[in-house]
Structures are given as C-alpha cells and as structure tokens.
C-alpha cells in the first residue's frame, strides 16, 4: 500500500499548486483521504478531509475559499488545488487515508503518503 504525493514546490504570494496524491494497493473509493501539513516547529495539523462518498468535505476555515479537495475514482488520485496561497501555507503537505471517518487527528489516519514542500515567498 502506497500514497505518493507530489505537486508542492516554491510559488510566490497569490499563487497556485495543485497537490496530488496517487494511491496503490488501495482503492481511494473505500476510504476518507484527508491532507495534512506540517511547518517547521509546529505539529501537523489537518487541512481538508473528504469523505469516502464524497458528500462530506471538511476545511481548515483559514482554507475555506481557497482550498479544494477532490478525488478522481478512475486515477485513483485524490487532489488539493490551493489558490490565493500565503506565506503562512508554507509547510510540508501530507496525503492520509483511513477506512472510516473525516477527523483532523493524525492517529485515525492508517496510511500516509511521503509529503511534498509547498513554499510560499512573500
């Protein structure tokens, strides 16, 4: 079972990336898939969660706006486009799968993709 993510890089303030995080040995449908981060010094913390039906999406409010989950069922790939990004996203994005519910705690999560560096420049 594999989650690789991948799409950060550097970006300046105002700017976009598309974050994405490829599934194998797993089919997405079947779990929530949620993305995390964590910038140096501070504990990860959740930034969207989507639900394995899809008809629930959770966001950080700080992301609201400018965030947005999805999934594409045939590439087995679930997404983060981030927009209007702001120093402060600056941090290392984490893929997460679990077979139940959305949560924003890094222990209901059994799989985790390898993280990808979004930086921001202001």
């Known amino acids: 079972v594999q989650l690789q993510a991948y799409g950060g890089g550097l970006v300046q303030a105002g700017g976009s990336l598309r974050l994405s995080c490829a599934a194998s040995g797993l089919t997405l449908n079947y779990y929530a898939i949620a993305w995390f981060r964590q910038a140096p010094g501070k504990e990860r913390e959740g930034v969207s969660c989507l639900s394995k039906d899809g008809g629930y999406i959770d966001y950080l409010d700080s992301e609201k706006g400018r965030f947005t989950i999805s999934r594409d069922y045939a590439k087995n790939t679930a997404y983060l486009q981030m927009n209007s990004l702001k120093p402060e996203d600056t941090a290392v994005y984490y893929c997460?799968?679990?077979?139940?519910?959305?949560?924003?705690?890094?222990?209901?999560?059994?799989?985790w993709g390898q993280g990808t560096q979004v930086t921001v420049s202001s």
């Open positions: 997460a799968a679990q077979r139940y519910f959305c949560s924003r705690r890094v222990q209901a999560y059994e799989h």
